[in-house]
């Protein structure tokens, strides 16, 4: 597997998004969810209507069940989320048990292969020279989360890491992002 990289730059994240909805609402619910939450690949791909939907809007949380302690852990589906599947859900007919990433030749979820090239590919149109990939999503939601404050104990204990030097890296902070840490409680 090809060692892929957060990304760390806001706005291109934001064109991202604009490239991955002018091109397709899945691809760009599967971005948007995958780096508001960080969960995992396989648990992103595999999540169904019914996981965040309950009918007529978003779920304010995502419960999966963690493969490697058995525990349902809950995932925040925050505004960003909400927007992005009110937006899917609007201009597509699903049942509650469809994948939420149907694959457009199947009932199946599409592949980890194909939702690397969706990621790889809008990150290259948007000017992103390292590389990214699917668990990219997941790497940027844990740079970002705690750029913004959360504790590196939360992110560890989420991406079954050991160590926070493990954490860290995984996430891509270096020396000087460790000064930087943002804490704004904003009252």
């Known amino acids: 597997m090809e060692y892929v990289v957060p990304i760390k730059d806001i706005s291109k994240i934001k064109t991202m998004k604009k490239i991955l909805e002018s091109s397709s609402l899945r691809d760009f619910v599967l971005f948007v969810i995958g780096i508001n939450t960080g969960i995992n690949a396989q648990d992103l791909l595999n999540l169904t209507v019914e996981d965040v939907w309950d009918g007529h809007k978003a779920k304010e949380f995502l419960y999966i069940r963690d493969e490697k302690t058995t525990e ?88 079954h890491h050991n160590s926070r030097a493990e954490t860290l890296h995984y996430i891509g902070i270096t020396e000087e992002e460790k000064k930087q840490v943002k804490v704004d409680v904003n009252l």
């Open 72 to 159: 349902v852990r809950a995932h925040y589906l925050n505004n960003q989320v909400h927007i992005a599947l009110g937006k899917y859900f609007k201009n597509h007919d699903f049942k509650q048990n469809d994948y939420l990433f149907k694959s457009k030749r199947n009932e199946k979820p599409i592949t980890r292969q194909q939702a690397y090239r969706i990621i790889n590919d809008a990150a290259k149109k948007a000017g992103i020279e390292d590389k990214v990939g699917l668990h990219s999503v997941r790497k940027t939601f844990g740079y970002h989360a705690y750029r913004k404050g959360v504790t590196i104990s939360i992110l560890m204990n989420m991406f």
